[in-house]
């Protein structure tokens, strides 16, 4: 089916270790997004990227890096986990950054650090 | 700074009920005003979205009512089902190409 496809869905890592978040999407989307989700705080924005070749900081950035490897893939690390990073990440793609364009998810990758 | 006020955190309806959530915004440059529905273990996904030259829209159950000077925006669904029992979160966004900026969300529960 088309859409966004994260991997992993699960992940636990230890303080201190490294990882990165895969995201791509089939539908020739330009923008791109990754949120993160944890309980009453909503969807909190991380990075986005607005076209193939740009990148901008979210509301959340700290501790993250991320790479706009092509116009598909959408990529988010973490170079040295904390528990406060324990969260479910989305990442998301729209046609173009700016109003009018829904949204699609993709189906989030639950990330415990232990 | 939270830029999209929404409420209440959760909300209980029975079956047939109305549901009402409310979103207030601050920033007046904000012209697209989407909501996310969101399953236990799902993606959100759209579900309705409104511009500020309509007061309201309306899709089968669903409607946004929007009030420009009040700087606010409420989701109504009509005739709830137990079906409709979800995560709803308002949004926001302007057109200088930026990203949604998310509400904190509504868990919504519907008896039956």
């Not at chain 2, 409607?63 to 979160?89: C, E, R, V």
Request: aromatic fraction near 12%; charge should be positive.
């Amino acid at each position: 089916n088309a859409g966004v496809t994260q991997t992993p869905k699960f992940q636990v890592l230890k303080t201190g270790q490294s990882m990165t978040l895969q995201c791509a999407q089939d539908m020739n989307h330009n923008s791109m997004y990754w949120y993160r989700q944890d309980p009453g705080m909503g969807l909190r924005l991380i990075y986005y990227s607005a076209s193939e070749g740009t990148t901008d900081k979210g509301e959340v950035p700290n501790g993250y890096n991320v790479s706009r490897l092509n116009k598909r893939e959408f990529s988010l690390r973490l170079e040295s986990a904390a528990p406060s990073q324990t969260s479910v990440y989305f990442c998301a793609s729209s046609a173009t950054a700016g109003t009018a364009y829904g949204y699609t998810f993709g189906s989030g990758t639950r990330l415990t650090v232990v | 700074q939270q830029q999209v006020k929404q409420s209440p955190q959760s909300l209980i309806v029975q079956k047939g009920g109305i549901s009402i959530i409310n979103c207030a915004y601050e920033n007046t440059a904000f012209d697209y005003f989407p909501w996310y529905q969101q399953f236990p273990g799902k993606g959100p996904a759209l579900l309705i979205a409104i511009r500020p030259d309509v007061s309201e829209k309306k899709e089968g159950r669903f409607t946004i009512s929007f009030n420009k000077s009040a700087k606010q925006f409420s989701l109504h669904i009509m005739d709830s089902q137990p079906g409709d029992s979800a995560t709803y979160f308002c949004a926001a966004s302007t057109q200088a190409g930026t990203a949604l900026i998310f509400g904190k969300g509504t868990t919504l529960s519907v008896s039956s």
